[in-house]
């Protein structure tokens, strides 16, 4: 059996990463931000396609299940400010970690609000199962439907289910298969596009007359501001 971390080297995983990327295309063209967080499964090296994204911090699941990369911590304990990246891209990170429904509400704190995740995962009952358990039985399979339920605990709601992959394993990503609508479900993986609910606000009162003064509002004393 070998290594979890050298599946994702090998000539079929490497072209599934890259059709998985290259789908991606339409979604990031449109994504714009200060920040941006993508999760890999090991350290591959791998570009995004254009976005708008200002820095886009990256780190990859180590040997221990911990996170690496741009920082180093446990993936339930993100040490990044709340609502602070636009744009959130686990790509088959979730399947390597111990307790995903942890890092998924992590991935929830520090997503902003109408912030975009995109979530890669393979298809627990698809055409690649046999190949990724003769390889790498450590994986952890999960289905978009389970995702999709874990986001919206977190409010975090499902925007579409989407089916990049490819059907078989093979070594080149620009493989044309067909048809497409009626075969990719079950093929090697699903992406998850979801969107973080808009905050909510607490409506100002409007005054009862344009005559009436507005009153500077006063703390009670020993009363404390909360800070956002």
Same mark, same amino acid.
């Given at each position: 059996?070998?290594?979890? #971390?050298?599946?994702?080297?090998? #000539?079929?995983?490497?072209?599934?990463?890259?059709?998985?990327?290259?789908?991606?295309?339409?979604?990031?063209?449109?994504?714009?931000?200060?920040?941006?967080?993508?999760?890999?499964?090991?350290?591959?090296?791998?570009?995004?396609?254009?976005?708008?994204?200002?820095?886009?911090?990256?780190?990859?699941?180590?040997?221990?299940?911990?996170?690496?990369?741009?920082?180093q911590?446990?993936?339930?304990?993100?040490?990044?400010?709340?609502?602070?990246f636009k744009?959130l891209?686990?790509?088959?990170?979730l399947?390597?970690? &111990?307790?995903?429904?942890?890092?998924?509400?992590?991935?929830?704190?520090v997503?902003?609000?109408?912030?975009?995740?995109? &979530?890669?995962?393979?298809?627990?009952?698809?055409?690649w199962?046999?190949?990724?358990?003769?390889?790498a039985?450590?994986?952890?399979?999960?289905?978009?439907?389970?995702?999709?339920?874990?986001?919206?605990?977190?409010?975090?709601?499902t925007?579409?289910?989407?089916?990049?992959?490819?059907?078989?394993?093979?070594?080149?990503?620009?493989?044309?298969?067909t048809?497409?609508s009626?075969? #990719?479900?079950?093929?090697?993986?699903?992406?998850?596009?979801?969107?973080?609910?808009?905050?909510?606000?607490?409506?100002?009162?409007?005054?009862?007359?344009?005559?009436d003064?507005?009153?500077?509002?006063?703390?009670?004393?020993?009363?404390?501001?909360? &800070?956002?």
């Open positions: 059996m070998a290594e979890v #971390a050298d599946v994702y080297t090998s #000539a079929p995983m490497r072209a599934l990463l890259a059709r998985e990327t290259a789908a991606l295309a339409p979604i990031l063209s449109g994504a714009y931000g200060n920040y941006g967080l993508i999760l890999r499964p090991c350290q591959v090296s791998a570009d995004l396609p254009p976005h708008l994204l200002g820095t886009i911090a990256e780190m990859h699941v180590d040997a221990h299940g911990m996170l690496a990369g741009s920082v911590c446990a993936p339930w304990q993100l040490p990044f400010a709340s609502e602070s744009l891209i686990a790509q088959h990170a399947e390597r970690i &111990v307790d995903g429904s942890d890092c998924i509400a992590e991935l929830a704190r997503l902003a609000p109408e912030g975009i995740a995109l &979530v890669l995962g393979f298809n627990p009952y698809g055409t199962r046999p190949w990724l358990l003769r390889r039985s450590g994986l952890r399979l999960g289905s978009a439907q389970t995702c999709s339920a874990q986001f919206a605990r977190e409010r975090i709601d925007l579409q289910v989407r089916f990049p992959g490819l059907m078989w394993p093979r070594a080149q990503a620009n493989v044309v298969e048809p497409v009626r075969l #990719a479900r079950f093929g090697s993986s699903w992406l998850l596009i979801a969107r973080k609910r808009r905050s909510a606000l607490t409506p100002i009162r409007p005054r009862a007359s344009a005559r003064p507005a009153r500077t509002p006063q703390l009670a004393p020993g009363a404390r501001r909360n &800070v956002a």
